[in-house]
């Protein structure tokens, strides 16, 4: 949080909900005006890194050979589940595992080619967020939804659709709070288990019919990026349907998609909530009218973001980097693989300009956040409502202005 101070009138304490979010803008109308000086600073100094160092900003041999063992695994996972299992609880460990294979598709090879950070050939990095629409997804949906909306807007409430669930979560204090988000906390972990699939047959199809994301308009896809839309979705129901059912029961196919498909849907899920909705995060709220943030871009990035882990190389690999999703929002074209050593210069530049760096020193302590926070925001809150300079609102740190009823 950039440093400050606020007038805080100690009588506008009142117990309601904070406000539901406002009309959503058409995606790019929302600007962002404070200051560009702490992200021309960034910019500097990790110039000097990759001239010092000379190493390549985009991937290197590393990424390559994370990408061949990972789509080895998924390969040799779905020929085992083919030929060679034998009984309930092998199919159930090897869909447990392409399970794991496709989330780590998604995570590392998918993620920095969308983002143009797997390579500094353009077309290698196009090939390899095809992935995506190979696993069930829609790399053209995932652009606009994602590196657009979600990278631009992080946690402003309408602009963001990565922060909705629906009525049937609140991730944010500005959605609408219903009696049964109070055990949000509990059910909400089954939800992100069924993420995958909502995403698999329902969500693509349906945006890209609407021409909406949230409510945010987007160009429906065209030419070539309208027919692999559909090649891709039809490549995946076959893999995943049609071929497995000429070799097994339809209910095994089945019951074996549905475990796998859990685990990509917990995978991804818990992966983007400890960046980004957790009790440290800020979730400002546009200004003005016409409606724009108050505070700029950079700073932003980094008061509505968290890392995790980041001492942990083994987590590092699995999740493709974004455990250090601080740095992946400032510097979205650079490969993941330069995380670790970013994060100091970032982590510095931080304590300079007064912003705080939030980190999570471990997974576990990150889920622990998150289920606080989904907590705290299932129950009835106390708002302390008062001015400050991210925008507006109401401070949204649990026990300090805002505190359970």
């Keep these: 949080m950039m440093a400050h101070t606020d007038s805080v009138d100690s009588t506008a304490l009142v117990s309601t909900e904070l406000p539901a979010p406002p009309p959503r803008k058409a995606a790019g109308l929302l600007k962002f005006k404070g ?15 990759f001239v010092e160092t000379g190493l390549p900003r985009r991937g290197n041999w590393q990424i390559w050979l994370k990408a061949i063992i990972i789509l080895a695994t998924l390969a040799a996972s779905y020929l085992t589940l083919l030929f060679v299992v034998q009984n309930w609880w092998q199919a159930g460990l090897v869909s447990i595992l392409m399970g794991f294979a496709i989330a780590g598709v998604g995570l590392n090879i998918q993620h920095d080619g969308g983002h143009n950070a797997f390579s500094e050939r353009g077309w290698v990095n196009k090939l390899m967020a095809y992935t995506l629409d190979l696993i069930g997804g829609s790399s053209y949906q995932w652009h606009w939804k994602h590196g657009v909306l979600h990278h631009t807007y992080t946690n402003i409430t309408g602009h963001d659709t990565d922060i ?3 009525a049937l979560g609140r991730l944010s204090p500005h959605q609408p709070r219903y009696w049964f988000h109070r055990f949000q ?10 993420m995958a699939v909502k995403w698999h047959l329902v969500d693509d199809y349906v945006e890209m019919a609407r021409g909406k994301l949230g409510g945010n308009p987007v160009p429906r896809p065209r030419g070539w990026n309208l027919f692999f839309f559909f090649f891709g979705k039809a490549f995946f129901l076959t893999v995943a349907f049609v071929i497995p059912m000429l070799f097994h029961p339809v209910l095994v196919v089945l019951a074996c998609y549905a475990i796998a498909a859990s685990v990509v849907g917990i995978s991804l899920a818990v992966v983007f ?10 979730f400002p709220m546009p200004v003005g009218d016409p409606e724009y943030m108050a505070g700029a871009w950079a700073v932003h990035q980094v008061e509505t973001t968290a890392d995790f882990g980041r001492n942990n190389p083994v ?8 455990n250090f999703q601080i740095e992946h929002h400032l510097l979205p074209k650079i490969c993941h693989i330069h995380f670790p050593a970013l994060s100091k210069i970032v982590e510095k530049l931080c304590a300079e300009h007064g912003i705080t760096y939030h980190e999570h020193k471990s997974f576990a302590a990150g889920i622990g956040s998150h289920y606080r926070w989904l907590k705290f925001l299932g129950k009835p809150a106390k708002v302390t409502a008062h001015d400050d300079n991210h925008g507006g609102g109401a401070s949204l740190m649990p026990g300090k202005e805002m505190t359970p009823a």
């Design 315 to 322: 987590l590092c690999w699995l999740v493709g980097g974004l």
């Design 164 to 166: 909705e669930l629906g």
């Design 185 to 194: 906390h509990i059910y909400v972990w089954f939800l992100y288990c069924l």
């Design 35 to 49: 200051s560009g000086q702490f992200q021309a600073e960034l910019k500097r100094r990790v110039d000097a890194y």
């Design 273 to 282: 909530q400890l960046a980004h909705c957790v009790e440290e995060a800020e």
